[in-house]
């Protein structure tokens, strides 16, 4: 069983930047993909990032390149995601997952019925 709790949520103004972390436990996770996935109210869950297990290779959805940077600390296992530039667009619940479906070649790391553990979320409110 892997557990994930999120933090770092909060309010920020538009051109603000917030820092989530996410502190994973339970098993050897340093064979796990993990990644940051968000809902907004309404409307679906969306990928945001991933990171491989090694930490080699990441992937971002277009709407978040050059804004947010995702990283890990593997002797920890804490999945962090640096997000700078924030509009009122990015506003919604975001969550960590892990999954050790996911290979260096995989290119479904966008897709959440990959990942099979996931967080409760934290909320990050963008106001204009």
């Known amino acids: 069983q892997v557990q994930l709790v999120e933090s770092g949520g909060g309010l920020v103004q538009a051109g603000g930047s917030l820092r989530l972390s996410c502190a994973a436990s339970g098993r050897t996770l340093t064979t796990y993909a993990m990644g940051w996935f968000r809902q907004a109210p309404g409307k679906e869950r969306e990928f945001v990032a991933a990171?491989?297990?090694?930490?080699?290779?990441?992937y971002y959805a277009e709407s978040v390149k050059g804004r947010f940077t995702i990283s890990r600390d593997n002797p920890k296992i804490t999945l962090f995601l640096q997000m700078n530039s924030l509009k009122p667009e990015d506003t919604a619940v975001y969550s960590c997952?892990?999954?050790?479906?996911?290979?260096?070649?995989?290119?479904?790391?966008?897709?959440?019925?990959?990942?099979?553990?996931w967080g409760q979320g934290t909320q990050v409110t963008v106001s204009s």
């Open positions: 997952a892990a999954t050790n479906k996911l290979s260096p070649f995989s290119r479904t790391y966008h897709a959440t019925n990959e990942y099979d553990n």
């Open positions: 990171l491989s297990s090694s930490g080699s290779n990441t």
